[in-house]
C-alpha cells in the first residue's frame, strides 16, 4: 500500500465499545495504530484491553466531560460499530450533531447486522469488511476519501 500523507493537525475521535463488550479490544488497538498514521487519535485509550481497570478511578461525569471535550475538538469521528453499544451510539448522535464527518466500519459476521439506525441514516460513511486486510485498506481509502473533502 502506498504511504499515507499525514494530516499534522488532523484530530480523530475513535469510538469502540467499552462496557458493551471488550472482545474487540485488540481489533481496536490495531485500527487506532493504523489511523495514527493520519493524524492525533483523541481516544488513543480504547484500544487498551485493560480500560476499565484504568477507568474505575473515573467518576461518569468525568468520563462524560472528558469524552464530550474530546468530540467537539475532533475533525473525524472513526467508530467501529459491530458490537453494539449504547455510548457508541450516543457518541454518533453527538458527531452527527455536531456535523463531524463521521465513519462506521462494520465487520461482516455470520448471524451480525448493523442496526438500521446507523445503517440508514445518510449522515454516516459506512463501511464494511471481513478481516483485517480489508480494515487497514477501507482505512486508507476512507482516509484518502476524507483528504479529498469526500466525506462531509
Not at 28 to 48: D, M, S
Not at 89 to 118: D, N
Not at 127 to 138: F, G, I, L, M
Request: glycine share 6%; charged share 25%.
Amino acid at each position: 500500500m502506498s504511504k499515507p500523507s499525514r494530516q499534522a493537525e488532523l484530530n480523530i475521535y475513535f469510538a469502540g465499545a467499552i462496557r458493551g463488550g471488550r472482545d474487540d479490544a485488540e481489533l481496536y488497538a490495531t485500527l487506532i495504530q493504523w489511523l495514527k498514521q493520519y493524524g492525533r487519535i483523541l481516544t488513543e485509550h480504547v484500544g487498551n484491553e485493560d480500560l476499565l481497570q484504568e477507568e474505575q478511578f473515573l467518576s461518569e461525569k468525568e468520563i462524560f466531560a472528558r469524552d464530550m471535550r474530546w468530540i467537539a475538538e475532533a475533525d473525524l469521528v472513526v467508530a467501529e460499530v459491530t458490537t453494539p453499544s449504547l455510548g457508541v451510539g450516543y457518541e454518533l448522535a453527538v458527531a452527527e450533531t455536531l456535523r463531524i464527518p463521521t465513519v462506521c466500519l462494520f465487520r461482516e459476521k455470520k448471524g451480525s447486522m448493523l442496526s438500521a439506525m446507523i445503517q440508514g441514516n445518510p449522515f454516516f460513511h459506512v463501511r464494511s469488511y471481513r478481516n483485517r486486510d480489508e480494515a487497514e485498506s477501507t482505512i486508507v481509502r476512507l482516509m484518502q476519501d476524507f483528504q479529498k473533502n469526500l466525506l462531509c
